[in-house]
């Protein structure tokens, strides 16, 4: 069984920073890419930013600039690194991983419970 656990979430100023992990753990063979996502009431999950198992990221143009996506592969570990947050980033944050199993050849998307993030004007 494969778990990805969210924490860093909060209540935050505009104009502060949150800093949010992901551990994934269980039977993991190899993690491949990982990302954040997000979703307010009445909306679609959007893709924050993503990371490839080699270090290449990708962000939506409404964070470019102010977050930043890294991640631990030793620790199995991702993170967003949120700054000059805005009201409009106010959403539940996901993690998301494409990671094999250490029992099968497959890979599966994974998805975390995700966190709160409330930014307050």
């Known amino acids: 069984q494969v778990q990805l656990v969210e924490s860093g979430g909060g209540l935050v100023q505009a104009g502060g920073s949150l800093r949010l992990s992901c551990a994934a753990s269980?039977?993991?063979?190899?993690?491949?890419?990982m990302g954040w996502y997000r979703q307010t009431p009445g909306k679609r999950r959007e893709k924050v930013a993503g990371?490839?198992?080699?270090?290449?990221?990708n962000y939506a143009a409404s964070v470019k600039g102010r977050f930043t996506i890294s991640r631990d592969n030793a620790k199995n570990t991702l993170y967003l690194q949120m700054n000059s947050l805005k009201p409009e980033d106010t959403a539940v944050y996901y993690c998301?991983?494409?990671?094999?199993?250490?029992?099968?050849?497959?890979?599966?998307?994974?998805w975390g419970q995700g966190t709160q993030v409330t930014v307050s004007s």
């Open positions: 269980g039977s993991i063979f190899s993690i491949h890419t």
């Open positions: 998301t991983a494409d990671l094999q199993l250490s029992s099968s050849p497959a890979r599966y998307d994974y």
């Open positions: 990371i490839t198992s080699d270090g290449s990221t």
